[in-house]
């Protein structure tokens, strides 16, 4: 009876040993994953920054007069639209 007893209290110790375990093993993998989403998210803004200020992917005749616009020789208030957006992001 005693034996049996504490067969069953070991079993049960394994049992919950094993489950922790596993949720700790899930929850590590999970800030593992995190982390390495949060550190994606300020170097492909870099990148988006750069490219806005190559002027890349624009037609010569638009990054003209983007550049134009930008240096101020252009005369009438004119600016270029993506500088009016405000794309902030909140993680």
Not at 22 to 40: C, W
């Amino acid at each position: 009876m005693i034996w049996s007893n504490w067969k069953k209290v070991s079993t049960n110790r394994c049992n919950r040993s094993n489950l922790l375990k596993e949720h700790l093993n899930s929850f590590l993998q999970k800030e593992i994953r995190v982390e390495a989403e949060s550190t994606q998210g300020p170097s492909q803004l870099d990148v988006v920054m750069q490219a806005e200020k190559a002027l890349n992917g624009y037609a010569n005749g638009a990054r003209n007069l983007m550049q134009a616009v930008q240096q101020g020789v252009l005369a009438g208030g004119y600016k270029v639209i993506n500088s009016l957006l405000d794309g902030t992001c909140r993680i």
